[in-house]
């Protein structure tokens, strides 16, 4: 039976290595002496249900694959192949429905970033987004979505002194540049 050879790995190693040393060394039989040195635990049990499902021929101490035998290991690997191309696509994205405004600030935030080189003082930030208007309503606005943006882990604040400063975690520059600087190009702004 199908899953008796499947859900035995000695036996698919076994068999892979056959057909990958007939590939490779272009000998078409492997000496179970060899074969035990690779494969110590339940040797015997895997070659004989190899042989069992013609996969495998035994002559005396060499053991040679069929093609059935090779056409299951082309299989196996095509399976293997599509196995790993969907773990590698499996990778989760979360989609953020920032405001307007909490995408200005990160995008702000990342430039000032850019070109500093260290964390951003909150008051640098207002003047960056309000230059004109920097009043009391400004700055508790401006606090009220920092605090939110924190939240979220798009960005660090840290007080130092009298100044709160302020830094894109990875993942906030992950969403900048994925998300919302990928929006800005394709509508042209």
Do not use: C, W
């Amino acid at each position: 039976m199908l899953s008796d050879i499947l859900t035995n790995k000695t036996a698919v190693r076994i068999l892979k290595v056959i057909v990958e040393n007939e590939i490779q060394n272009r000998a078409y039989s492997m000496q179970l002496d060899t074969l035990s040195l690779r494969f110590t635990k339940d040797l015997k049990k895997a070659v004989l249900l190899l042989a069992d499902h013609k996969l495998l021929l035994i002559d005396e101490s060499a053991i040679s694959v069929t093609e059935k035998g090779k056409e299951f290991i082309v299989h196996i690997d095509a399976l293997k192949q599509i196995l790993e191309q969907k773990k590698s696509e499996k990778k989760l994205q979360i989609i953020y429905d920032l405001t307007d405004l909490e995408k200005k600030i990160l995008v702000i935030l990342s430039k000032m970033e850019r070109e500093e080189g260290t964390p951003i003082a909150l008051k640098n930030l207002m003047q960056e987004l309000y230059p004109y208007d920097a009043g009391v309503h400004k700055s508790t606005l401006l606090s009220r979505y920092v605090s939110k943006l924190e939240s979220i882990n798009l960005l660090e604040k840290e007080k130092q002194g009298r100044d709160i400063l302020l830094k894109l975690t990875q993942i906030g520059k992950r969403v900048v540049k994925e998300q919302i600087e990928k929006i800005e190009e394709e509508n042209g702004t």
